[in-house]
């Protein structure tokens, strides 16, 4: 089959919510990128999983990084300071920083759920404000445990990314395919087809809907309430129960894993 495209960047996200970490190569299997999403914050109240999905509450939790680090996650507090996952102290050290009580988990609790507000109330709103939300369950299309929102794998590519002229990194993919010859939203086409990405084959189950994430401060990276509005005017496409929804990229599920490299060739069949 032609390329489509090759591999630009990959990227994994530790801890959910947190900033995420540039990689050269990494192991896929069923369960996604080896580390991607493999710790999550548990508000002790609600026992919701903590995203910033909810800005009121959790925003916070992107001015801190995670590093896999073999195995052995690290949060990189906004001050530079680490601590790892499984040190005692850190749940009450977060707990603190983010004025709310929370726990460190590595193991996603049976139907775990998140809190989503519609991404034009926090545009209109503000990302402090008290606006409605949506209860929804995560991880029900990854096998494992992970704190995914819902499949293993999220792909975007470089013409979908040019045309929302917002940088990557707001929108927390773990595959960017370069496509110089593609076209914006082509991932659209792409559900029910198999993307092979080096070794790896994917399977595209669904659009990627966005939240209020993209319109966040993300660590260095300003509030930018324009980094959904092209997607709201242009990309809404029906997901699953959510209605239309403005969308970039896609989840894939993995049907067969391996290795991926920076430069290898994408195809679709």
Same mark, same amino acid.
């Given at each position: 089959?032609?390329?489509?495209?090759?591999?630009?960047?990959?990227?994994?996200?530790?801890?959910?919510?947190?900033?995420?970490?540039?990689?050269?190569?990494?192991?896929?299997?069923?369960?996604?990128?080896?580390?991607?999403?493999?710790?999550?914050?548990?508000?002790?109240?609600?026992?919701?999983?903590?995203?910033?999905?909810?800005?009121?509450?959790?925003?916070?939790?992107?001015?801190?990084?995670?590093?896999?680090?073999? $195995?052995? &996650?690290?949060? !990189?507090?906004? +001050?530079?300071?680490?601590?790892? #996952?499984?040190?005692? @102290?850190?749940?009450?050290?977060?707990?603190?920083?983010?004025?709310?009580?929370?726990?460190?988990?590595?193991?996603?609790?049976?139907?775990?759920?998140?809190?989503?507000?519609?991404?034009?109330?926090v545009i209109e709103h503000g990302?402090?404000?008290?606006?409605?939300?949506?209860?929804?369950?995560?991880?029900? $299309?990854? &096998?494992?445990? !992970?704190?995914? +929102?819902?499949?293993?794998?999220? #792909?975007?590519?470089? @013409?979908?990314?040019?045309?929302?002229?917002?940088?990557?990194?707001?929108?927390?993919?773990?595959?960017?395919?370069?496509?110089?010859?593609?076209?914006?939203?082509?991932?659209?086409?792409?559900?029910?087809?198999?993307?092979?990405?080096?070794?790896?084959?994917?399977?595209?189950?669904?659009?990627?809907?966005?939240?209020?994430?993209?319109?966040?401060?993300?660590?260095?990276?300003?509030?930018?309430?324009?980094?959904?509005?092209?997607?709201?005017?242009?990309?809404?496409?029906?997901?699953?129960?959510?209605?239309?929804?403005?969308?970039?990229?896609?989840?894939?599920?993995?049907?067969?894993?391996?290795?991926?490299?920076?430069?290898?060739?994408?195809?679709?069949?």
């Amino acid at each position: 089959m032609p390329a489509i495209g090759s591999v630009a960047a990959l990227r994994r996200y530790p801890v959910k919510s947190m900033l995420g970490e540039d990689l050269d190569q990494v192991a896929v299997t069923a369960s996604g990128l080896d580390g991607d999403r493999a710790a999550a914050l548990i508000d002790q109240q609600t026992g919701a999983v903590a995203t910033a999905k909810h800005p009121r509450l959790w925003r916070g939790l992107l001015a801190f990084g995670a590093q896999w680090n073999g $195995g052995s &996650p690290r949060i !990189t507090m906004p +001050d530079g300071t680490r601590i790892a #996952v499984d040190d005692h @102290a850190a749940g009450p050290l977060l707990s603190g920083l983010l004025d709310r009580d929370v726990r460190l988990s590595t193991v996603r609790p049976d139907r775990a759920t998140i809190a989503r507000p519609d991404p034009e109330d926090v545009i209109e709103h503000g990302d402090d404000a008290d606006v409605p939300y949506e209860i929804l369950e995560i991880g029900r $299309g990854t &096998p494992g445990r !992970t704190f995914v +929102d819902f499949a293993p794998v999220h #792909v975007i590519t470089t @013409a979908s990314l040019a045309r929302v002229g917002a940088e990557m990194a707001r929108y927390r993919p773990n595959v960017v395919l370069d496509t110089p010859d593609g076209a914006a939203f082509a991932e659209n086409d792409w559900i029910g087809r198999d993307l092979v990405i080096g070794p790896v084959r994917l399977r595209v189950i669904t659009p990627t809907p966005r939240c209020a994430v993209p319109t966040l401060a993300h660590g260095d990276l300003p509030r930018r309430t324009d980094a959904v509005r092209t997607l709201l005017s242009e990309n809404r496409i029906p997901v699953f129960d959510l209605g239309a929804q403005p969308c970039l990229g896609v989840y894939a599920e993995v049907l067969v894993g391996g290795t991926v490299a920076l430069g290898n060739r994408a195809t679709l069949s």
